[in-house]
């Protein structure tokens, strides 16, 4: 065992060196001109105006502004603003829903479709993942319309202001469009 370590060693060595030589020709040669969008939003959620739970969870704890019950169904329409404060620059919605999936009721399955006209860009996004309701929450990118068709990428739902009737999340969208998407917006 001990002989075929440095083998091993030398291998693994010339393979990320091979690997790192690939990827710099890759991005010099141009044939991959990705394009890159990032921006921040606000999602600003009224309880029992624009989001609403639908079907009672079953067991855990009860509801606050960060709880509710194992198996609560929550439904969301929330508009987006360009600034933390509500009245600022309208700029979108984002509607979808969530499933409480734990017993301590902080986390919960989401889907989410981002409807968005900001900047002249016109389309929507769609998400899925894992929600933790006061620690930030990553979700991939899993498809989109309009200007977002054949985007990736992925957002990231941080809590800013969970007290009161309304919650607001800072939203920030780290979007590309692969190569092989010919309806990247210029």
Known sequence: MTTAFPYLSALLTLSILSFHQAALASTQNGHYNIKTLNFTLYQHE?????????????????????????GTLYVFRDNLTTHVGGSS???????????????????????????LNLNGYEGSISIVGGTHNTKPSEY????????FLYVLGHIRSTPVDLSGLTVVYR???????PPYAAKAPK
Do not use: M
């Open 46 to 70: 009224n309880i029992n105006k624009t989001g609403f739970i639908v079907v009672d969870g079953v067991a855990g704890v009860g509801v606050s502004q960060t709880t509710t019950p194992f």
């Open 89 to 115: 620059r309208f700029a979108g919605v984002a509607e979808g829903t969530s499933l409480t999936t734990s017993f301590d009721g902080l986390r919960s399955l989401s889907i989410a479709k981002i409807t």
């Open 140 to 147: 991939p990118v899993v498809g989109g319309t309009g200007d």
């Open 171 to 177: 939203i920030d969208f780290f979007l590309y469009w």
